[in-house]
């Protein structure tokens, strides 16, 4: 069965600090997406990233960049110099691939709360 | 980008009424829609897969009869909670999938059912 474990439940840093969410996933697929959401109080989900089981490389995107590592079956977040509207709740995701895409039907993480302080 | 429109926002109704909530792909025809319910400070669960045309496919423990779940275009599902109950107060939020491949979510509905 598909499972997506994030150990963290509340995170509190001060703002500039970084911070890393972990996200550790069970899978049996050899093919699987992994992700990321973000979902600020406002409750809609902004999708961050979506990275394939064959793609280990470790990408970086402005403050963010993500680990992925399938040895240890973790893609962790890390949010360099952390802002207060970083403040949200983080969903890591993983989704079965078929037919050459994602099915998109997720499996979510229970989510880390991220509180940066000012 | 993709958008999905999801309304209403915000919906409170009395016990034993039944709430439609709408999910439409603005700018894209998606084949599958999806829809979650997320309890206050849980996580997103996976109701169940809608896709146009045919029946839905409803995820362990999810009531069909409950949970009617209706994908007449390529671009409208709707959820409808029948016979809505206190305990059905939550927040669910609908996706939608861009050629198998982007997955755009709703900006979700928050039931409360008095």
């Known amino acids: 069965a598909q499972k997506v474990t994030q150990a963290q439940t509340e995170i509190s840093v001060v703002e500039k600090e970084d911070v890393t969410l972990d996200c550790v996933y069970e899978?049996?697929?050899?093919?699987?997406?992994l992700f990321w959401y973000k979902q600020p109080p406002s409750g809609e989900l902004v999708f961050l990233i979506r990275r394939n089981s064959f793609d280990e490389q470790n990408e970086i995107s402005g403050r963010y960049s993500w680990n992925f590592q399938k040895s240890t079956s973790s893609f962790n977040f890390t949010i360099t110099a952390s802002q207060v509207v970083d403040s949200a709740v983080y969903f890591c995701a993983l989704s079965e691939a078929r037919y050459g895409g994602a099915t998109n039907k997720l499996i979510f993480g229970t989510g880390t709360l991220l509180a940066v302080q000012p | 980008g993709a958008v999905v429109s999801q309304h209403p926002s915000r919906v409170i109704c009395k016990s034993g009424t039944s709430v439609k909530i709408e999910c439409r792909s603005l700018d894209f025809q998606a084949t599958t829609m999806f829809w979650y319910r997320q309890f206050p400070k849980q996580s997103l669960m996976l109701m169940a897969t809608?896709?146009?045309?045919?029946?839905?496919?409803?995820e362990q423990g999810v009531e069909k009869d409950k949970f009617l779940i209706n994908h007449a275009s390529l671009t409208l599902s709707t959820l409808t909670v029948t016979s809505a109950h206190p305990e059905d107060s939550s927040f669910y939020i609908c996706?939608?999938?861009?050629?198998?491949?982007?997955?755009?979510f709703g900006s979700g509905t928050q039931l409360s059912v008095l």
């Open positions: 899978t049996r697929d050899t093919t699987y997406y």
């Open positions: 996706s939608a999938s861009l050629r198998n491949e982007k997955l755009f």
């Open positions: 809608s896709n146009e045309g045919s029946k839905a496919t409803y």
